[in-house]
């Protein structure tokens, strides 16, 4: 009797598992099929058609392509941090180090051609490359600067920051922190924001009584050319030192080994030298990126500029906290900032 009830016990297994083969083959040519089935959350309760659509369109496609390091701490990091911070999920390729314009132009026809949905064009150099290649995709979003203008290309927008804004709060700082009044700047090539910044700095220095040496290197990369240059400012009696670009790193460098004051742009600019680094205007591009996708959403995939500035956050002056500066020099930046933002002062650029 034993033997018998265990024989059946087994058979009953067996068509029980047999049973339950079945049915899940079943499911999945249902679904398959496309007969109705509904998704369902992970606690089992059943999806709205917009989560289920949510999840279907999955995560916003987006390429940077980039001339420097996306950890260079200057230009190119001050665009990767910015996507990194949208309030957005977002899957994002970067393609840095591209120096030479061709290559830049390839990696972004590439991407388009991939289907990436917005890709970030971040280079002033790379605007003719851009106004051959978008209106080849006239679905995908391009995003481009620094510029002030889309080239007339309905899906390209633009951006460019006010760099003289917190160029002239630098030279505020810099000419209060001088003992010598001679202040040392290192410019890359003569375009762009790097421009705009260095005449802010010189245009703020300058209204507090100080000299300032500009000597633009003619690259934005040569960081031993960078090195060279703030070596020869020093060497002229400047003792405050501040320079834009990716190859600011060499500049830095000196300015450490000196231990002389250093006023960042772009990027904080902090780590590479903690104990003389001041100040540094960061570029918070997240501001306006916000903005062109928002745009995107509603339709509108180019077609406009924006400009990143104090007012509406776009810039931010970002203080060491390991640097001692005097609190009447803090406050007069922060008086400066005020101004700035009122329109009380102006950068004179």
């Not at 899940?24 to 109705?36: H, L």
């Amino acid at each position: 009797m034993i033997t018998q009830n265990r024989t059946w016990y087994r058979l009953l297994a067996l068509l029980f598992g047999f049973a339950l083969l079945a049915a899940a083959c079943g499911g999945s040519d249902e679904t398959e099929a496309g007969d109705d089935t509904t998704a369902s959350t992970a606690d089992g309760e059943a999806m709205s058609e917009e989560e289920m659509a949510a999840m279907d369109d999955g995560p916003l496609t987006v390429a940077v392509v980039a001339p420097s390091s996306k950890e260079d701490l200057a230009f190119t990091q001050s665009m990767v941090d910015a996507l990194n911070a949208l309030d957005r999920d977002i899957d994002l390729q970067i393609t840095d180090g591209t120096f030479v314009v061709e290559d830049a132009a390839a990696a972004i026809r590439g991407y388009a051609e991939d289907g990436v949905e917005v890709i970030v064009a971040h280079g002033t150099q790379y605007g003719g490359s851009l106004a051959e290649i978008a209106p080849d995709f006239p679905d995908t979003t391009f995003i481009w600067g620094t510029a002030t203008d889309t080239q007339g290309l309905d899906n390209v927008f633009a951006y460019y920051p006010a760099a003289d804004e917190g160029g002239y709060v630098n030279g505020i700082l810099a000419a209060g922190l001088s003992t010598s009044g001679q202040l040392g700047v290192i410019g890359p090539i003569e375009a762009g924001d790097a421009v705009a910044y260095i005449v802010g700095f010189q245009n703020g220095a300058e209204s507090k009584g100080a000299e300032v040496s500009v000597v633009y290197t003619g690259s934005f990369g040569d960081v031993a050319l960078a090195a060279e240059t703030a070596t020869a400012h020093l060497a002229n009696g400047a003792d405050v030192l501040t320079g834009t670009a990716q190859m600011v790193v060499g500049a830095v460098g000196v300015a450490n080994d000196a231990g002389v004051p250093w006023f960042g742009t772009q990027a904080n600019q902090t780590a590479l030298a903690p104990d003389i680094v001041v100040a540094s205007q960061v570029y918070h591009w997240e501001v306006v990126l916000e903005e062109m996708l928002a745009l995107r959403d509603s339709g509108t995939i180019g077609g406009q500029a924006f400009e990143v500035n104090l007012t509406n956050g776009g810039l931010v002056i970002e203080f060491n906290d390991g640097f001692d500066l005097p609190a009447e020099l803090k406050a007069e930046a922060e008086a400066t900032i005020a101004g700035i933002i009122d329109g009380s002062i102006s950068t004179g650029a």
